[in-house]
């Protein structure tokens, strides 16, 4: 017998209260002879016998009172029940769902055999038994609100449930399902692991990382069994399309966009003359082919111009292999006819190259310097003297930038509305700044725009200048960069830097080796500032010298100028969220599929925003999403790290089941086996509940009884 709330049994020491009142109050009899006494001694020596028997009795039922009413608060519960099919049980499952567990083989995909032995899982429970499914795939979540007895229903909502994809985490799964343990009605309470154990998500753990959540499921009462079920998949060879990088998130009318794609061998085949498709707006342009050694990488580029205004989108699609799913990635572009940026210069000049603005004036409209007639520039510029900033000047603007502006002598309370309604800012350092306004005014104390303290000019010495840190680059406006065909960053030097702090409200995008932010983020309602740490010209350091240096800038501006918008593209299983303007709270938005299938969102106000939000988006493709006359086209594509589908192995998944003292199976047969072996509990305060009143009855009773005599 095992307990829910072990520790209420401590108030069953209170039995010990009615025993030393029982002994305190025990009666001193005095004796006093009298004539007549011996008449009745037989009588009295009847009496005191049958009193002492009451009296025993009674002691003996308020001592049981608080024993027993510490045990039904304790919830008891009787193992050994389920044997005999009466043990009712608590079962949380908690099912992969990723990409991976939809790989073909020859018995069926994992997801397949999953489903399979889930319904099979559910039909062994015990009559009355409840059951709930945690779903692991992307972001963890619960199939159900609450827990069911109806078991049949659960097989039938996986049938029809959509496909979902993204990595497990599983932490955060193993919490959700503690969580739902944790409200079980029952006592024998179970969870039950069923996943691919793909490698990508799971090796950390295999290697000895930690797995808090399951860790503090096991001090749960009563500890509750786990299992960890193995269902992995035999194909070991798969191609995908690692990524698909576009040159530009934004581009002008007939200017060319280019797309680097990156193609990946899973397996120990090497494949030959794998044909690749580019396909703009769902027709088929062109074809090349490329080969790829064993486990190796191949990489193929494209180029095209789209003639109109508006949404575009851009998608590579692969042959080849068996698992196709992962074959294809999906990008928007956007065509605009411009963007209108006001540029302010702190320190203009009339020499070429001179001013503080000079060289993002150049890296942004490089076809206009280079009077090129027959392309456009994206990017149409206002440039101004710091000196001669008017209100009027920000209209029709998307993106401002400051560079080295002593301080801002404009109506500042105008540009911070200006980016709170979803305007861009970005600020670049200068020798002209006034540090003492930046940190007060413009930071002001993380309230401001600037997105954070300053905390003084730093400066290298001329053999070691600082360099950007070497890194995996994950801001949207820098991913391109990851390649170093778009150039290598690390080949700026910094001889002069601000020193900027590091902040909770504030990303960094760019890192300096010193450990310094070079360009770092804020969001201020719809809009974002982002500020460098270095100057825009070339006096603190070459970075404007770099080939790089164009293509950053453009990514940084259109970034801001687009943000409010959409990215080129996301993962599936996570939701859509659209921040969009107040006035379109209550408005209704229509969202069609690759297939067909439609979702009518609805927008809701969140706080100073107005949002609109998806349910998470199950599987890649083109998405379209319409009000009224306004169309937008969204893509979502794999995580690439799930095509990797190697998993681990069966001695690897035992070792972590066994390092947190649970029990590993890899089909249903040793499920079964495993179930018939174990011993569940059912909980007896209910009994308990029905004796406590027995014996309160049976106190008044006795109590009544000696009173009379």
Known sequence: MTFLNAILLAGGLTFLIPLMIHLLNKRKVVTVRWGAMHLLQEVIKQRKRKWKVEQWLLLAVRIAIPLVLALCLARPVLTALRAFGLGKTSLVMLLDDSFSMRAPAASGSPADRMRQDVARMLEAQPKGSDAQV?????????????????????????????????????????????????????????????????????????????????????????????????????????????????????????????????????????????????????????????????????????????????????????????????????????????????????????????????????????????????????????????????????????????????????????????????????????????????????????????????????????????????????????????????????????????????????????????????????????????????TADAEWSNLPLQPFFVPLMQRLVTYLATQSTLSAWDQVGVPLRLAVGKERVGSEYTLRGPTGQTETLKVRAEGEKALLESKPIAAPGIYKLTQGEETRLLAYNLDPTESDLTPLSADQVKAIADRHEASFVENIDEWQKLDRTRRHGSELWQPFLIVLLALLFLEVLLQQRIAKG
Request: without cysteine; charged residues 25%.
């Open 134 to 534: 945690v779903l692991a795939g992307g972001s963890s979540r619960k199939l159900l609100d609450q827990a069911t007895t109806t078991l049949d229903l659960l097989p039938k909502q996986l049938a029809d449930l959509p496909t979902q994809a993204g990595p497990v985490k599983a932490n955060d799964a193993v919490q959700t399902a503690a969580a739902a343990l944790s409200k079980a009605s029952h006592g024998a309470r179970e969870l039950a692991i069923l996943s691919d154990f793909q490698a990508s998500d799971w090796k950390a753990i295999s290697e000895g990382a930690a797995l808090p959540a399951l860790e503090n499921l096991g001090k749960q009462e009563p500890k509750p069994q786990v299992t960890f079920y193995r269902l992995a998949s035999d194909l070991t060879e798969n191609l995908s399309i690692a990524s698909a990088d576009l040159s530009a998130l934004v581009v002008a009318e007939k200017q060319p966009v280019g797309l680097r794609v990156r193609i990946q061998n899973h397996g120990k085949r090497p494949w030959q003359d794998v044909a690749v498709h580019l396909e703009a707006d769902g027709a088929r342009l062109r074809t090349s082919r490329v080969s790829l050694p064993s486990e190796g990488v191949s990489v193929i580029s494209f180029t095209h111009a789209f003639d109109t205004v508006g949404d575009h989108s851009l998608a590579v699609r692969m042959e080849g292999d068996s698992f196709p799913d992962d074959n294809a990635f999906y990008s928007i572009v956007q065509v605009r006819n411009q963007l209108n940026v006001l540029l302010v210069d702190g320190d203009p000049s009339d020499q070429p190259l001179g001013g503080a603005a000079d060289f993002l004036e150049l890296a942004l409209t490089p076809y206009q310097a280079a009077a090129n007639p027959s392309l456009k520039d994206l990017i149409r510029i206002n440039k101004l003297d710091a000196r001669r900033l008017r209100d009027d000047d920000f209209k029709g603007k998307e993106v401002v930038i400051l560079a080295d502006v002593e301080r801002f002598r404009g109506n500042l309370s105008m540009l911070e509305k200006f980016v709170k309604a979803g305007g861009g800012l970005i600020i670049f350092a200068g020798p002209h700044a006034d540090l003492d306004w930046y940190n007060r005014d413009f930071f002001r104390k993380g309230e401001g725009l600037f997105p954070t303290s300053i905390k003084g000019l730093q400066r290298a010495t001329s053999t070691t200048p600082a360099r950007l840190l070497q890194q995996r680059l994950t801001h949207p406006a820098t991913l391109y960069f990851n390649d170093a065909r778009g150039g290598r960053l690390q080949d700026a030097e910094f001889q002069s830097w601000w020193e900027l702090e590091s902040s909770d409200k504030a990303k960094p995008i760019l890192q300096l080796d010193r450990g310094s932010p070079l360009f770092i983020e804020k969001t201020m309602e719809r809009g974002r500032v982002i500020a460098a740490a270095t």
